[in-house]
Each structure stands twice: as structure tokens, then as C-alpha cells.
């Protein structure tokens, strides 16, 4: 399957060691294409614009570049078949609750990880916000909270169904 990963673990090295050194090779050992938007073109050009000096020229260059940057998600989430999402954190990232959501609206099924130990839910009945929690379970797919369990969990997804029925109908949609 391929797989977009949702998660705000490129932002700092400790993030990006785990995401690149840990989750992304279990995706890939699984037999998984991984999309990752933290290597999709449009992010290169938010980092060009970042080394430019402080000022107007700077936060408009940002600017276009956040739009390409949010487009080009949005394309990569359409190709995906599936979304892993990581819910670590005090709160689930902003950016990650919206790739869910899109996600969710586009009929993908949603995997999330948090292995995060704090308590992030909006009452002892949540694991996460609830309605990142149901958008998760509304779509087929389930919570975990050991890396090593991602992989079955998105195995389990391929079993039910969900994302299989998902890939025929936006494959179908294009032949239209």
C-alpha cells in the first residue's frame, strides 16, 4: 500500500532521527510505499525561503511557498491509499489533525501512533482528541501505541477492506 505519513516529526532532529532511522524503514520492511512530505519538493522551497534575510521579501516568499507546500500534501494524501498518523505530543499537531481530517473526507483509512505516554484526550474515554479519534476509527482504521504494531495494524486495514475499496475508486476516478 502506499502510505502518506501525517506527523510533525520532522521539525526537530530527535523527530526526524525516529522518523527516519525507525518508523519509515518498518513501513518500508512491511513492503509499504512511503509518502513522505517531508521530502516532497515543495518543503525544499519553504527551507530556501527560511535562509533569506528577515523582512517583507522573506514572509512573502513564505508565504507561496506555504500554499505549495499544503497543495502538495494535499496531492500526496490523494495518491495515498492509506494515512499513518502520529498523535505524539501534549496535543495532536495542528497540521497532522488537518491531514486526518482531509484523509478522512477523501475516504481514506487512518492509522494513528501514539506512543506518547501523557494523557492527550479530552477525557479518560479518549486516547487523543476526540474527534481526531473518531475520524481514525470512522475510517476503518485503529490507535496504537507501540511502533511495532504499526505495521499489523495497517496489514489489518488491507484485510478489511477499506483502503483496497479506497484505491479502486480513486483509481477508477481517473479512467473516467
Known amino acids: 500500500m502506499r502510505?502518506?505519513?501525517?506527523?510533525?516529526?520532522?521539525?526537530?532532529?530527535?523527530?526526524r532521527n525516529f522518523y527516519y532511522r525507525r518508523l519509515l524503514p518498518g513501513l518500508r520492511g512491511a513492503?509499504?510505499?512511503?509518502?513522505?512530505?517531508?521530502?516532497?519538493?515543495?518543503?525544499?522551497?519553504?527551507?530556501?525561503?527560511?535562509?533569506?534575510?528577515?523582512?517583507?521579501?522573506?514572509r512573502d516568499v513564505l508565504r507561496?511557498?506555504?500554499a505549495e507546500a499544503a497543495r502538495g500534501n494535499q496531492?500526496?494524501?490523494d495518491r495515498a491509499d492509506a494515512v499513518l498518523?502520529?498523535?505524539?505530543g501534549a496535543d495532536v499537531d495542528s497540521g497532522t489533525a488537518a491531514e486526518i481530517g482531509?484523509?478522512?473526507?477523501?475516504?481514506?483509512?487512518?492509522?494513528?501512533?501514539?506512543?506518547?505516554?501523557?494523557?492527550?484526550?479530552?477525557?479518560?474515554?479518549?486516547?487523543?482528541?476526540?474527534?481526531?479519534?473518531?475520524f481514525i476509527r470512522a475510517s476503518g482504521g485503529t490507535i496504537v501505541t507501540r511502533v511495532a504494531d504499526v505495521p499489523r495494524a495497517l496489514a489489518g486495514l488491507r484485510r478489511g477492506g477499506r483502503a483496497r475499496r479506497t484505491a479502486r475508486a480513486s483509481s477508477s476516478r481517473r479512467t473516467r
Open 31 to 58: 513492503r509499504h510505499e512511503v509518502i513522505d512530505p517531508w521530502k516532497l519538493p515543495s518543503g525544499a522551497a519553504i527551507e530556501r525561503a527560511r535562509r533569506r534575510p528577515y523582512g517583507r521579501a522573506r
Open 85 to 88: 498518523a502520529v498523535l505524539d
Open 102 to 134: 482531509y484523509a478522512f473526507a477523501r475516504g481514506k483509512a487512518i492509522v494513528g501512533y501514539r506512543g506518547d505516554v501523557r494523557r492527550a484526550g479530552d477525557n479518560e474515554g479518549a486516547i487523543v482528541n476526540l474527534q481526531v479519534e473518531y
Open 64 to 66: 507561496i511557498a506555504n
Open 75 to 77: 496531492r500526496a494524501i
Open 3 to 15: 502510505i502518506y505519513v501525517a506527523s510533525p516529526l520532522g521539525f526537530a532532529p530527535s523527530g
